[in-house]
């Protein structure tokens, strides 16, 4: 072996620049595993929060259909003209977006359309469908504003939970 490699290898330098190396190697690998591992466990929670909104948005469904029954034989009471959407679970939403995995996970559109759902299923939502309710009841279109919830935005907020749950897969 010529002298120079020699020379190289029992030079402390190059020792020093080896472990550097191997250290920002292991360092890399280790962040990614990590990154990783928590990226699948925010999924996993995520489609628990998913499912959490899917059984509220159940609850809310039946909700409609009373409320339709007692409008529809004129036994409404004050408690009919309510809407609760308290129970609409978002707690996910702040740690997923702070650590860049809400984005990553859904992408632009599927980021999009969950903000649509967490802006239209809350209580400040639900205050201003009950304001609106109000209003159709005055009218005398009470019935008709509680099919137009069941008949199309129930269904199309049912979409965006099952089109963001596909997204996490």
Known sequence: MPNWILQIFASQAFWVFVGVVAGALI???????ILLQQRKNAKK?????????ESELDRLSQDIDRKMNRFAS???DEVDYT???SSFNYRMLDPLINTGHFHALLG????????RFANELNVGAA???EVLFRERDQEGSSIRFLEWLK??????????LY?????LR
């Open 27 to 33: 360092q890399f690998v280790l962040h990614n595993l």
């Open 45 to 53: 929670l995520f489609r628990i929060e998913i499912e959490i909104n």
């Open 74 to 76: 004129h036994q409404q």
């Open 83 to 85: 809407f609760d959407m």
């Open 108 to 115: 632009r559109d599927g980021v999009s359309e969950y903000f």
């Open 127 to 129: 205050r201003n469908l």
């Open 151 to 160: 008949d199309t935005k129930i269904p199309e907020w049912r979409n965006c």
């Open 163 to 167: 089109s963001i749950k596909a997204k």
